[in-house]
């Protein structure tokens, strides 16, 4: 498993890092916004580097984008002892850490995320990989970062809307795992919140769902509670003008997702009511397109969790505790949509 650090001087603690490490060359990738407003609070610290800068968005989280990457490597004579540093959110570490992976079969990687959701999320477990013919996250591979350095700081540099779509990771984590930790949770006033302490506890669930199922053969499923209609919604609405955050879309899909938890799994109507509304104070609602739900059921079935022609769904029995390998059909899927467009705000 990774090597974690929680800090509260970003840069000093990045230097004592990469002394401790031996490499030959370091090379550093970000998007135009980090370089912007993140790598000036670690730039005078870094010893000499290359950095390789690619536009921000989801949309450039492509092949496209890594055999720009692998160009620069490779223009640089970057070697097998070569370290890269990827600042930025999950955009940077997947597809940074993809690359350095795949880079002469595999060169080392630092994650040094700066956004609410590769914090807790993104950049912890391993997981890498690029989109693909608009499906989320369609090639890619597991490995583990030589460390993640998490700094409070850089979430100041942040947009409400990004630090929202972190946030449904937060809530997520709770949901899947501690009734309490759930419970805890802002829906007024959310940004008002002590993050280095929400932080730590959202990487300890995931670290401890990760150490006991490294490579998602089972139980590491429950993270993606959520993720099936969330991410089909997130990719349908990514080559149009109405674009949604990552967050967002799962804000979505967790409420349709809760909804078949009580028609499989007996969630309480109670506790179905009480998800929809903390997620409805946070995120809003927006209408789903109802011509679009068989293209949005089409892109389930390319979610990762799927075997042969089944919908496997990662769904919750009550407020704290996860199911997986639940098989839904495409009414279901259907239902639960409509389910959520029939919401009122």
Same mark, same amino acid.
Request: aromatic residues 10%.
């Given at each position: %498993?990774?090597?974690?650090?929680?800090?509260?001087?970003?840069?000093?603690?990045?230097?004592?890092?990469?002394?401790? !490490?031996?490499?030959?060359? $370091?090379?550093?990738? %970000?998007?135009?916004?980090?370089?912007?407003?993140?790598?000036?609070?670690?730039?005078?610290?870094?010893?000499?580097?290359?950095?390789?800068?690619?536009?921000?968005?989801?949309?450039?989280?492509?092949?496209?984008?890594?055999?720009?990457?692998?160009?620069? %490597?490779?223009?640089?004579?970057?070697?097998?002892?070569?370290?890269? &540093?990827?600042?930025?959110?999950?955009?940077?570490?997947?597809? @940074?850490?993809?690359?350095?992976?795949?880079?002469?079969?595999?060169?080392?990687?630092?994650? &040094?995320?700066?956004?609410? $959701?590769?914090?807790?999320?993104?950049?912890? @477990?391993? !997981?890498? *990989? +690029?989109?693909?013919?608009?499906? !989320?996250?369609?090639?890619?591979?597991?490995?583990?970062?030589?460390?993640?350095?998490? *700094?409070?700081?850089?979430?100041?540099?942040?947009?409400?809307?990004? &630090?929202?779509?972190?946030?449904?990771?937060?809530?997520?984590?709770?949901? +899947?795992?501690?009734?309490?930790?759930?419970?805890?949770?802002?829906?007024?006033?959310? /940004?008002?919140?002590?993050?280095?302490?929400?932080?730590?506890?959202?990487?300890?669930?995931?670290?401890?769902?990760?150490?006991?199922?490294?490579?998602?053969? @089972?139980?590491?499923?429950?993270?993606?509670?959520?993720?099936?209609?969330?991410? #089909?919604?997130?990719?349908?609405?990514?080559?149009?003008?109405?674009?949604?955050?990552?967050?967002?879309?799962?804000?979505?899909?967790?409420?349709?997702?809760?909804?078949?938890?009580?028609?499989?799994?007996?969630?309480?109507?109670?506790?179905?009511?009480?998800?929809?509304?903390?997620? $409805?104070?946070?995120?809003? !609602?927006?209408?789903?397109?109802?011509?679009?739900?068989?293209?949005?059921?089409?892109?389930?079935? /390319?979610?990762?969790?799927?075997?042969?022609?089944?919908?496997?769904?990662?769904?919750?029995?009550?407020?704290?505790?996860?199911?997986?390998?639940?098989?839904?059909?495409?009414? #279901?899927?259907?239902?639960?949509?409509?389910?959520?467009? /029939?919401?009122?705000?």
């Amino acid at each position: %498993m990774e090597t974690i650090i929680f800090s509260s001087r970003i840069a000093q603690d990045l230097t004592r890092f990469l002394d401790s !490490k031996k490499y030959s060359k $370091l090379g550093v990738i %970000m998007d135009s916004n980090t370089v912007k407003h993140c790598y000036p609070l670690v730039s005078t610290h870094l010893p000499e580097h290359s950095s390789f800068i690619f536009e921000a968005g989801e949309v450039n989280k492509t092949l496209d984008t890594c055999v720009k990457i692998w160009d620069w %490597m490779t223009e640089n004579s970057f070697d097998r002892k070569t370290l890269i &540093l990827n600042i930025g959110g999950g955009v940077t570490g997947d597809m @940074g850490g993809f690359c350095a992976s795949t880079y002469k079969r595999g060169i080392r990687f630092i994650n &040094l995320p700066t956004t609410l $959701l590769s914090q807790v999320d993104a950049s912890v @477990g391993g !997981k890498l *990989g +690029i989109d693909f013919k608009g499906f !989320k996250n369609h090639i890619g591979v597991f490995n583990q970062p030589e460390g993640v350095l998490i *700094g409070e700081e850089f979430l100041g540099t942040l947009p409400e809307p990004e &630090l929202r779509s972190g946030y449904a990771e937060v809530i997520k984590h709770g949901l +899947i795992r501690n009734v309490n930790y759930f419970n805890s949770l802002k829906t007024e006033n959310w /940004q008002a919140q002590s993050w280095k302490d929400i932080i730590s506890v959202s990487v300890g669930i995931k670290r401890d769902v990760v150490d006991k199922d490294p490579k998602e053969d @089972g139980l590491r499923k429950i993270l993606n509670f959520g993720h099936t209609i969330g991410h #089909a919604v997130e990719s349908y609405y990514l080559d149009t003008p109405f674009h949604l955050l990552h967050g967002e879309a799962i804000a979505i899909g967790m409420i349709a997702e809760a909804y078949l938890s009580h028609k499989f799994l007996r969630l309480p109507k109670e506790e179905l009511g009480i998800i929809q509304e903390n997620l $409805l104070a946070v995120f809003g !609602k927006i209408q789903i397109d109802k011509k679009g739900f068989d293209t949005i059921i089409d892109l389930c079935f /390319q979610d990762k969790k799927n075997e042969g022609n089944a919908l496997n769904f990662s769904l919750l029995k009550r407020i704290g505790e996860c199911d997986f390998n639940i098989v839904v059909g495409r009414e #279901a899927v259907a239902e639960a949509l409509d389910y959520y467009n /029939q919401l009122s705000n």
